[in-house]
Structures are given as structure tokens and as C-alpha cells.
């Protein structure tokens, strides 16, 4: 991987979690461990206003948001970007397994290690991003 773009230039990964340290903790080793810029909201409302201003290459939902679902704002973003899903990983303390099942959605349930959400997100953008 090229690690030589900029942060503005970098591939931009929305996180959506609405505790505030868990939100925090994620987009500082995403920002400090990937090459890539995460944005970080707390509810799907805010979610929905940042995907219609900001190319995004990865989605990181909390599954319980206190607006939505995870998955039900996973259903909004891809009903307004119907020609082309964004990768999708979804953090949920629960197994929603029957409502992720006809999604292309990657589960990785809490609690998790920090690692092993890295390396989800590398292998997701590398098939997103492959020039990078």
C-alpha cells in the first residue's frame, strides 16, 4: 500500500457510534493505524447529512443508534446510492444474524479487539480502494 497520500486526499471511512469514548477510541486508531481519514457521527440522522456532503469508501455502524439501526440506516444509505453498495462492517453486542443475512454486511460483534477490527477494515478498503 501507498501510505503517501494525505489525510485530505485519504480514502474516508464514516464511523457511526454514539458512545462518545467508544467513538473516539475507533476513528484515533483508525486515523493513527490506517492510511485512511475516518469521520465520526453519532446518530444515523447525522449519519444520512454526511453521506449526501462526502465521498465515503466504508461504513462503521453501531448497530444500536438512538435514532435507528444500524441496519436500517445501512437500508437508507443504500437506497440513495442504489448503483454501488459501500463495504459495511457492524458493531453490535447482539448477533442480528437474520437481518444481516440478505445484506452485504460484515458483523464483528462487541466486545471486540481493536486489531481485529483493523484488519477488517484494511481488507474491506482493498478490495474498495486497490490503487491505493
Known sequence: MNYNLTKSQAPTILVVEDDESTGEVLTLAISQETPYCPLLVRS????????????????ILD????????IDLYDRIYAI???KAIPTILMSATNPSEEIAPRDILLI???FELDRLLEAINSLMDQ?????
Do not use: R
Not at 44 to 59: P, R, S, Y
Not at 128 to 132: A, G, H, L, V
Open 63 to 70: 448497530y444500536l443508534l438512538p435514532d435507528i439501526t444500524g
Open 44 to 59: 444515523g440522522h447525522d449519519a444520512l447529512h454526511v453521506f449526501q456532503k462526502h465521498k465515503l469508501n466504508l461504513l
Open 109 to 111: 460483534e462487541k466486545p
Open 81 to 83: 446510492n442504489e448503483s
Open 128 to 132: 474498495e480502494c486497490p490503487s491505493i
